[in-house]
């Protein structure tokens, strides 16, 4: 989309609610629409450390690390609602009406559709220069309006970090954030405390490391029905800046009820071959 087409009919629009031939509320939600089209030219670059979520049949795009190791601020999506050839695939690139305020990578998103809002949380914020320009560790994203904002959240703010994964209960509204590696520290420093996202109440509580994993990043996180959540691998810290792989066998289970830490073994673990 070419910013004379949205220009032209933005103007066609807002001449519309000036002579009453169009609402407020319905111009509002046509330019939404025209700011939604995709651009047929557009082909993101390849990334690595960005972050993503599915919106209905959209899988929405945040950020990344390019080859020149700069993070991104590029925001774009993967129409799945049918079926399409991999060589071309339906990308739609909403960057320039709804950038991140940030450069961003390694950092985590979760949905609330509750409140139609992304919550990105934690990660690299750089700006235009690549210089750290950290405001808050967590932004909304409202994914109707393309509107980013700063919620104002209570309590105590958690350590920067990247490198996690976020969970959210759309039951209850909070979303569980486990881990991490610290931003800033001239060491590397893991984290092994569970960081919970209160968004019904806007509130932070940090739940204390009892029983917890070692201190980790880089895992996997799956919320069972059951409000359960599974992690597994990852990267433990063994020693001053020394880390390792964490044993696939070994599984923890947070209790999102209880707000309790529990531990599996797995024993038959079945690996599967991707085909190239």
């Not at 038959?268 to 071959?273: A, L, Y």
Request: hydrophobic residues 40%; neutral net charge; contains cysteine.
């Amino acid at each position: 989309m070419h910013v004379s087409s949205y220009e032209t009919e933005k103007a066609s629009l807002l001449e519309g609610v000036k002579t009453g031939r169009e609402s407020l509320k319905t111009a509002e939600k046509a330019l939404t629409e025209v700011l939604r089209r995709p651009q047929v030219s557009f082909i993101p670059v390849g990334r690595y450390a960005h972050s993503s979520v599915l919106v209905g049949d959209k899988l929405y795009f945040f950020g990344g690390m390019n080859n020149d190791l700069k993070c991104l601020n590029e925001v774009f999506y993967l129409d799945v609602s049918r079926p399409f050839k991999t060589a071309v695939p339906p990308w739609v690139d909403l960057t320039q009406n709804a950038e991140i305020p940030f450069k961003s990578c390694w950092a985590t998103v979760s949905l609330n559709a509750k409140e139609q809002i992304i919550y990105l949380f934690g990660g690299f914020m750089d700006n235009s220069t690549d210089q750290d320009a950290f405001v808050s560790s967590i932004y909304t994203f409202g994914f109707n309006t393309l509107r980013w904002n700063i919620p104002n959240i209570r309590g105590i703010l958690p350590e920067r970090r990247r490198k996690m994964k976020s969970i959210i209960d759309v039951n209850t509204g909070k979303i569980y954030i486990f881990g991490g590696q610290a931003i800033g520290a001239t060491v590397i420093t893991l984290f092994n405390d569970m960081v919970i996202l209160n968004t019904v109440e806007s509130s932070w509580l940090n739940n204390p490391p009892v029983n917890s994993p070692s201190i980790r990043t880089g895992y996997t996180a799956t919320l069972l029905t059951s409000g359960i959540i599974a992690y597994i691998g990852g990267m433990e810290m063994v020693e001053v800046n020394t880390t390792r792989l964490v044993d696939i066998r070994q599984i923890y289970l947070y209790d999102t009820n209880s707000l309790t830490w529990s531990e599996k073994v797995g024993i038959n673990i079945i690996c599967f071959t991707i085909p190239n």
